[in-house]
């Protein structure tokens, strides 16, 4: 997720500011160090908010899936006291 992220922040930086420094009308030369480095910061940003995202779901999911083996077993429990008792 965090490559994803990455590529699309970079992207959507790169044109931006390529769009603004011809709006603007500035030289290439001018524009192309400037939307260069804007692309490679936002890919970092981008990088990091992708993999930190990718961990909040992956530990969401692992906790729900945790509670739903807990509530399994004690139904198991439960049904085992149950019939032992019958």
Known sequence: MGRDYAGILASTAF???VMRGLITSGGIESILPTAIGAMFLFA???WLIGNAAARIVDESVRQR???ELDAMEQNEK???S???TA
Do not use: E, F
């Open 15 to 17: 044109v931006t500011v």
């Open 65 to 67: 899936i945790n509670a």
């Open 82 to 84: 149950s019939a032992r």
């Open 78 to 80: 439960l049904v085992a």
């Open 44 to 46: 970092a940003i981008g």
